[in-house]
Structures are given as structure tokens and as C-alpha cells.
């Protein structure tokens, strides 16, 4: 069992910045996958960035050049430093585990509002 635990959202007005953090604990698997999802209201929930163990990334193309996903696996964590934030971005951001064909774990979530 795998537990993750999201921290850093908030409110920030447009054009700031945010910085996510999630921590995972429990039996955590030696090569795995994290990242970062979101879900608007109304909307269904989108793949915003993953890293995998090899420090691979993949982003949305709506926020390509402004987000940056990152991880720290001596302390089995994964941020998302995100940029020139915009009103459109603003969602609950989930944390996202995943061993490839075997676990998939998924965080409360965290809300990240863009407003002015």
C-alpha cells in the first residue's frame, strides 16, 4: 500500500506562481512513475505532467513552458513548480503513483485556484 499526500495549493492571482508538493510513504516500489493531474468542475479529469524513474517527462501541451514536474527520490516526492499561472489552470491537482502494468495510486488532492 502506497500513500500519497499533496501539499501546496492555494490561491494565487494570474500570472504567479505555485509549487506542489507529494509525498508518498508506505511500500514504495523501486522504479515507478509520478505525476501530476488535474479536474476542473465540469470537466473530466486531464494528465498535466509525469516523471518517471529515469527523470523522463511529459507535459500537456496547455502548459508546456510553464510548468516544470521534478522528483526527489531519497524523499519519495514529486513537485510541480508551476508558472505564469493562468485562470484556466486552476483545478484540484491530484498526485498520481503508478508501477508500470502492477500499482496506481492516487492523492486527495489539493486546490489550486487562478484568480484576481
Known amino acids: 500500500q502506497v500513500q500519497l499526500v499533496e501539499s501546496g495549493g492555494g490561491l494565487v492571482l494570474p500570472g504567479g506562481s505555485l509549487r506542489l508538493s507529494c509525498a508518498a510513504s508506505?511500500?514504495?516500489?523501486?522504479?515507478?512513475?509520478m505525476g501530476w493531474y488535474r479536474q476542473a468542475p465540469g470537466k473530466q479529469r486531464e494528465s498535466v505532467a509525469t516523471?518517471?524513474?529515469?527523470?523522463?517527462?511529459n507535459y500537456a501541451d496547455s502548459v508546456k513552458g510553464r510548468f516544470t514536474i521534478s522528483r526527489d527520490n531519497t524523499k519519495n516526492t514529486v513537485y510541480l513548480q508551476m508558472n505564469n499561472l493562468k485562470p484556466e489552470d486552476t483545478a484540484v491537482y491530484y498526485c498520481?503513483?503508478?508501477?508500470?502494468?502492477?500499482?496506481?495510486?492516487w492523492g486527495q488532492g489539493t486546490q489550486v485556484t487562478v484568480s484576481s
Open positions: 498520481n503513483y503508478n508501477v508500470f502494468r502492477t500499482r496506481n495510486s
Open positions: 508506505g511500500n514504495i516500489a523501486s522504479i515507478y512513475t
Open positions: 516523471i518517471t524513474n529515469g527523470a523522463i517527462t
